[in-house]
């Protein structure tokens, strides 16, 4: 079995989760969140969303969220952006990186950004050219790639062309969302051989939504193919609002422990991960679900 050495994390709970959150939750909390995930050794937090407050309102304190965290070196705090609006925004309250999201169904697109596949990918044109301009990189979520909660199944040649269509507009990092959480290894093997033809497996990010708790079985499948950049979420926060049903993130202890398991290196120290899922689980008072968190949190 080839595994790699070492993975690279993106925690995404503070966006990815806190975009889907019914209480309302300060920006203070939020900040003290992002704090304390940021002593854990992640490299990499996707801390907010500078997407329309009228279509996620949880997220409307994005600005004073990013203006708020205490930027410790060597992490990247990035913001998923929709459009040339949410860049500047963005790139005012001093983000080091951004996510511009778009899928692979036409349905899922008008339901969650109010345009088509190739509409959204032209509103990109223009804020990656800004991004660039100003040194900033720029990652793009290809959602539903193995189900739409609209249209159903995906093929992965779909998957593929839209992954082309942004390379071809100098996207620099492409991130595969399984939104709904259905994927099994077996979708592993046919998406990546698939995009796999246009880009090298290791430069991808897989986001695995755990609602069928096959997350972890397919990053595993995922590394064996040569992945080796995941998302994942604090607790297991998380869903999306645009697809119904669907929970959190790979939880990102639940990862760490595979990983550990496994002799895989990811430089984040668990214990910090489960402190910052219990400040987040008082704010919103429920159980979060991710497996080792609960096994661990109460410890
Ligand atoms: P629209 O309504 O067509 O936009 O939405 P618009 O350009 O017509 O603007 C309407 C109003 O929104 C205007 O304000 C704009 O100023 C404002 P008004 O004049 O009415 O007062 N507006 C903004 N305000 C702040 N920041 C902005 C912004 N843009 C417009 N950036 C739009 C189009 C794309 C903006 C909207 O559909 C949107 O924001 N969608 C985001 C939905 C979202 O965040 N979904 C969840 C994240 S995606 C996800 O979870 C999947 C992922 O995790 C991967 C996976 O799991 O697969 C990434
Ligand atoms: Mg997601």
């Known amino acids: 079995m080839t595994l790699p050495a070492r993975i690279h994390l993106t925690e995404v709970g503070p966006r990815d989760g806190l975009q889907n959150e019914p209480e309302n939750i300060s920006a203070s909390t939020k900040i003290d969140f992002i704090n304390r995930l940021s002593e854990s ?27 708020g965290i205490r930027r410790r070196e060597g992490v990247v705090y990035s913001a998923l952006v929709p459009n040339l609006e949410g860049w500047q925004r963005a790139s005012d309250a001093g ?8 899928a692979a169904s036409e349905t899922f697109s008008q339901k969650n950004t109010n345009g088509s596949i190739d509409e959204t990918i032209n509103r990109f044109v223009p804020v990656v050219s800004s991004a660039h301009d100003a040194g900033c990189p720029v990652r793009a979520y290809v959602s539903c790639i193995t189900v739409c909660p609209y249209e159903g199944r995906t093929q992965p040649s779909q998957v593929a062309s839209v992954v082309r269509s942004l ?15 259905a994927a099994t290894p077996a979708d592993m093997d046919s998406i990546l051989s698939e995009v796999g033809q246009l880009l090298p497996v290791q430069s991808l990010v897989m986001h695995l939504h755990d609602t069928r708790g096959m ?22 926060l998380g869903g999306c609002p645009y ?10 202890g639940d990862l760490l ?8 290196e990811t430089g984040v120290d668990r214990s910090i991960i489960v402190d910052a899922g219990r400040i987040i689980e008082s704010a919103i008072g429920r159980p979060l679900s991710g497996r080792l968190y609960r096994t661990e949190s109460s410890l």
């Open 41 to 67: 050794g992640l490299s990499e937090i996707e801390a907010t969303a500078c997407v329309s407050p009228k279509w996620v309102p949880q997220l409307a304190d994005a600005v004073e969220v990013l203006k």
């Open 95 to 102: 983000v080091d990186k951004i996510s511009v999201f778009t």
């Open 167 to 181: 390379l071809d507009i100098g996207i620099d990092e492409i991130d595969l969302g399984d939104t709904v959480g």
């Open 215 to 236: 997350a972890a079985a397919s990053c595993l499948r995922a590394m064996q193919l040569g992945v080796h950049r995941f998302d994942a979420s604090c607790g297991g």
């Open 243 to 252: 697809a119904p049903g669907a929970s959190g993130n790979m939880a990102t």
């Open 257 to 264: 422990y595979l990983c550990e398991g496994l002799g895989i």
